[in-house]
């Protein structure tokens, strides 16, 4: 599962925060899924090689919560509760892939070849870690020209019965198996900012700069109730270091606003890093 | 990509001309979906497990046909052709699984813990044939009591860019996986007539014993004009024939009305085959 002779240009993440309005049950913010989809179409114009992989918002999360599938089946011990748990696990797959269609068709809709890919029929996973995917399919998918979208996803677990298996998760192992040049997260904040956005002397952190044992030099607030406010900015930054480390500085990492003006550039990697509003992860040299 | 250890009770056929209107771009026929759902849903409180392959009826074929997918990629030589047949590969992909979306639905809102798994993401195809596809995933989940849903697709293909992977075909490489009980194809038709059901004299064929070489010994017309008046049944009956023969005369196959009344009864396997509206398909003792 290391197809290093597929290079991908650009692994970008849809937040589930920035296309999905978190506090409505399965809503979808048309137009910042809109301005999404047209930076995927620039890119693809500039020659870029795609793959989109996004989070599920307001789609999933509220059926994963009640049914609580992410604690697997071992959980369950009657029938009835077995029952419960397998209709939780059915209602969340069928809600996280209805924001999929949504997200295809809006990529098709504005000319990207986007071909829904969703993990939770197709990757093997023990313990919320995938073993084994279909790597092949994403990289003949993206070899003729095609843009792979794939999504966080409730999967069979070979230890726990069914997990959730997030769409950070998954770049993680795209990024493992494929050489990939850049990863794009669309936030709904403007990049990664040294404590809570809305505390008073918050100050947005333009460049994180990563040692080779994934510790980082600048002081980014990671406490729990941190995390609260931030919202899934703390897991991004643990993904990206966690990219920029296993790709020994490779593939650098970039997290931006979904409504920033920069935020083509980003994906293109076109201009200067210093002037764009968002924070690059990247290998301290 | 032999899991003879997984015990398949039944894999049924929702046929696309039995749970769409093939006549009437994207339109579903609630009433029998309805019916085929709550089959599998009888099936299941008898304890047997399942697996369901749709067709595709009046989604996805419009878009084949009309982008020509599956010709696959060879035919198309320039940069605007290409884009053609991926923007075809694209729609059809996203109509077939529109499809699967509201066949998942149905199951699940009847109590069938079902869960699609669209081949289109998941299966190697080289020359129109599967080459690999995840059946520990398939086997994993009928494990843990739920019931894979998959359907005809469009597929990437190893040697003609693209291609469409039929339902049929689907069906052949799961009984070659699993160990399959039986397999029941859910038609508009009553069962296998002798020829064309409209025709003078056409007979309901009861039964259609298979010899170890594949070939039947009643007379069944197969002329190309008979396959355009009967439609897929002609094909059916060479998937049936395939599956009889592979397994041995192990894996008996059925071909019935969703409409029948003893639909039921073939696929809990109760009743006495002789009473039965439905072909049944053996092998020759």
Same mark, same amino acid.
């Given at each position: 599962?290391?197809? +290093?002779? +597929? =290079?991908?240009?650009? @692994?970008?993440?849809?937040? #589930? ?7 409505? =049950? ?10 999404? &989809?047209?930076? @995927? ?18 789609? #999933? *999360?509220?059926? %994963? ?11 369950? +011990? ?11 696990? /059915? ?5 996280? +892939? ?17 071909? &829904? ?21 994403? &990289? ?22 069914? /997990? ?22 669309? &936030?709904?904040?403007? #990049?990664?900012? $040294? ?12 460049? @994180? ?47 931006? !606003?979904?409504? !920033? ?12 890093? $210093? *002037?764009?509003? %968002?924070?690059?992860?990247?290998? *301290?040299?």
């Amino acid at each position: 599962m290391n197809n +290093t002779n +597929t =290079f991908i240009d650009l @692994i970008i993440k849809f937040g #589930g925060s920035a296309i999905t309005d978190k506090n409505t =049950f399965e809503t979808i913010k048309k137009e910042e899924l809109l301005i999404a &989809a047209n930076c @995927i179409r620039s890119c693809r114009e500039a020659g870029l090689s795609c793959i989109v992989v996004h989070g599920a918002g307001s789609f #999933g *999360h509220h059926q %994963a919560k009640r049914y609580q599938v992410n604690d697997g089946f071992v959980t369950a +011990t009657t029938k009835d509760e077995l029952d419960f748990k397998r209709q939780g696990f /059915c209602l969340t797959r069928q809600s996280v +892939t209805k924001l999929n269609q949504l997200v295809v068709n809006c990529l098709i809709d504005v000319g990207v070849p986007a071909v &829904a890919c969703s993990p939770g029929s197709s990757w093997e996973v023990d313990k919320k870690l995938p073993v084994r995917w279909p790597d092949e399919i994403i &990289a003949g998918l993206v070899e003729k020209g095609f843009v792979p979208v794939l999504h966080g996803d409730c999967c069979v677990d070979k230890t726990l019965g069914c /997990c959730i298996l997030s769409g950070d998760t998954i770049i993680k192992s795209l990024c493992n198996a494929f050489t990939t040049r850049r990863v794009v997260f669309l &936030a709904d904040v403007a #990049g990664i900012y $040294n404590r809570p956005p809305d505390q008073p002397g918050a100050q947005l952190l333009k460049s @994180i700069l990563v040692n080779s044992d994934g510790l980082i030099q600048e002081s980014v607030c990671t406490s729990q109730s941190c995390n609260d406010v931030t919202g899934g900015i703390q897991l991004k930054l643990k993904t990206a270091i966690d990219i920029v480390v296993q790709s020994k500085g490779r593939c650098p990492v970039f997290v931006t !606003s979904i409504k !920033s003006p920069d935020m083509n550039e980003v994906c293109l990697g076109k201009d200067s890093i $210093n *002037h764009w509003n %968002a924070t690059s992860i990247t290998m *301290h040299s």
